[in-house]
Structures are given as C-alpha cells and as structure tokens.
C-alpha cells in the first residue's frame, strides 16, 4: 500500500508544475540541445550532454523529491539523496573525467535508444493527456523522476563509450519503484518505466562486446 491517494499524487504534480514554471520549458530546450549533441557528436557536445543529465537527476532529486514528494512520501528525502547521487556520478565520469562518449548508429541499441528518448519527450506527456490527465497536472519532462529515468536510459544506450555499471544501479532501482508505484496509481504513461530497464542488460551486453572486440581481432 501507497502512503496516499492517487488524486493526492496527482494533485502534487499541479502544485509542482505551477512553482517551478517555467522550468519545463529550460527542460524542453536542454532536451533539444542534447538530442542534437548525440546528432552531431563532439567532446564538448558529450560533456554538454552529461551536464544536461546531471543538472536533471540533481533538480528532480532536491525540488521534486525532497521539496514536494516528501510531503506525500518521507521515503522521498531518501529518493532524493539517490537522484542528487546519480547527478553527481553523471558530472564526474561525463563532464570533470570526459570519459563518456554520445553519438547514433544504425545498430539496434541505438534505435533503442532513440525510442526511449523520444518517449520520453514527446509521446509521454501525450499519452498522460489522452489517459486524462492535464497540465499542470501531469509530471513533465526533464524534472520529474519517470521521464528523465527514461530519457537517461535513451541516452545511454546512444553512447560511443562503456558505461561505468554503477552508474545503471540508480535508474534500474527507480525503474523498478516508479514502475511499480505507476500501475497502482493508475498512471499510464509510466508503466514503460518497468520495461525500460531493459537497457541495462542491453548496454552491458553491448559494452562487453566492444570491450572484447579488439582482444579478439588480435588472435
């Protein structure tokens, strides 16, 4: 059982979106600027990625969970410290170290990747408005936990560079919470988030690979 009601859930999201508005908007924008930077693949381009995920794990954590969610939910300050972690994570390994890598391909984890981000974005908030739900009643990209766990998943599977394992626990974890919190409460548009934790089986299996190619082309 949930610690409150689903029209309290939803109700949050209406008092979230109008106090930080117009932060979705900077969302949107950083959302566009990233999927360009995987388009158009660069160092700085990938550090400008990894700053966009950070600044989003960080935001969702302290003014979502920790400002908002918490009054539904006290699990939420540890929902938060996780979100503020995994930013932190994000900043060091992409943007202080450099060492991840964005860019697309014709393979299949990269549509994969490419759906997820596009879920994401667009079709995520769509389908929240075909299932009934409103603005600002409806959580947002890029500052809310569902969507930016499922954008950040996109995105790494579009990544040229191995993914340090650790940096999956966090959305796998949520991926599971909020997935399963969705389907109690009844919001659609996140039971994707259960299934997109399929990406971390996919991005370890791809990243093995690439690791072993050239261990193999040797013999």
């Known amino acids: ?51 966009g995920l950070a600044s989003m794990w960080a935001w969702t954590g302290i003014a979502y969970h920790w400002l908002f969610f918490s009054a539904l939910n006290e699990a939420a300050f540890l929902f938060g410290a996780l979100f503020v972690l995994q930013g932190a994570g994000l900043f060091h390994n992409a943007v202080l170290r450099g060492r991840m890598d964005f860019g697309t391909s014709g393979r299949p984890t990269a549509w994969l990747g490419w759906a997820l981000v596009i879920y994401a974005a667009v079709l995520y908030p769509l389908l929240g408005m075909w299932t009934g739900h409103r603005y600002p009643e409806i959580p947002m990209f890029g500052i809310t936990p569902c969507p930016v766990t499922i954008f950040t998943f996109g ?17 796998l974890f949520w991926s599971l919470v909020g997935g399963s919190a969705a389907i109690l409460l009844g919001v659609a548009q996140d039971w994707l988030l259960l299934v997109s934790g399929i990406a971390v089986p996919v991005i370890v299996l ?8 050239p261990s193999v082309a040797r013999v």
């Open 155 to 171: 995105l790494l599977l579009l990544t040229t560079t191995p993914v340090p394992r650790w940096m999956l626990v966090i959305p």
């Open 206 to 213: 791809r990243d093995r690979r690439r690791t072993s190619a």
């Open 1 to 51: 059982m949930l610690p409150f009601a689903p029209h309290q859930f939803i109700a949050l999201f209406g008092a979230y979106n109008d106090a930080v508005w117009p932060v979705q908007i900077i969302g949107y924008l950083l959302g566009i600027v990233m999927a360009g930077m995987v388009v158009r693949p660069s160092r700085a381009g990938s550090r400008i990625i990894g700053t």
